[in-house]
């Protein structure tokens, strides 16, 4: 079960909820702000979260964080790239967001790794790296639910800034085509500010 909600007001940020229907396990992707709001969703659900993953380290993905963490302890993870980003309040744009956010003890997932539900290790996400927004951005992919979390890479009818630090144009574009295009047409993008897309729908678009 994906479920999503949207939390911050200045930027709003999808924040979801990947849930095993079966355990009732599962992981949250993304915390950008209100984390006592997502904690009190996940408990009045009767949802166990296992592991918090962020898809990049911008304060409006980080920001609910260490909140979220008070009301429910789970392990942070984030791409190896990651500290620059949630230990630098320049580099995550939380200066420019009016308060400062940092990270700590946040773990790292590899490329390429699959990261697995413990109540139930059929459960399962890829990991694929997808710099270009930013140096620590990556994707999770089910393929089992046709489905993948991109979070500020692509986005229904348009793809992440890249004026921000560590922003790339050229590597984000090489990120999409190797990461995003290259997953069956039908997958969902369910992106970290817009409504969610498909794959096909997005080829289609910058197909030329
Ligand atoms: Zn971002």
Same mark, same amino acid.
Do not use: E, I, S
């Given at each position: 079960m994906i479920e999503c909600m949207t939390v911050g007001d200045m930027i709003p940020t999808n924040s979801f909820f990947y849930i095993d229907d079966e355990t009732k396990h599962g992981f949250l992707i993304d %915390? #950008? %702000?209100e984390g006592g709001r997502l904690a009190a969703h996940a408990k009045e659900k009767g949802w166990t979260i296992e592991r918090l993953l962020l898809t990049h380290c911008h304060f409006d993905h980080i920001g609910g964080v260490n909140d979220f963490l008070r009301h429910i302890p789970c392990p942070v993870y984030a791409a190896e790239d990651s500290p620059r980003y949630y230990a630098d309040p320049r580099w995550n744009l939380s200066l420019w967001g009016g308060e400062a956010v940092t990270l700590s003890d946040v773990k790292t997932f590899a490329d390429r790794e699959t990261i697995a539900l413990a109540a139930n290790p059929k459960f399962t996400l890829d990991v694929r790296y997808s710099p270009g927004h930013t140096t620590d951005s990556c994707i999770f992919y089910s393929a089992s639910d046709h489905a993948a979390f991109v979070g500020d890479t692509i986005f229904f009818a348009s793809i992440g800034r +890249?004026? =921000? &630090? #560590? #922003?790339n144009t050229q590597e984000l574009w090489e990120s999409i085509a190797r990461e995003? =295009? +290259?997953? &069956? &047409?039908d997958t969902v993008l369910y992106s970290g500010h817009t409504e969610e897309t498909t794959v096909a729908a997005e080829m289609a678009r910058y197909r030329r």
């Open positions: %915390a #950008g %702000a +890249t004026d =921000f &630090p #560590g #922003g995003v =295009f +290259t997953l &069956p &047409p």
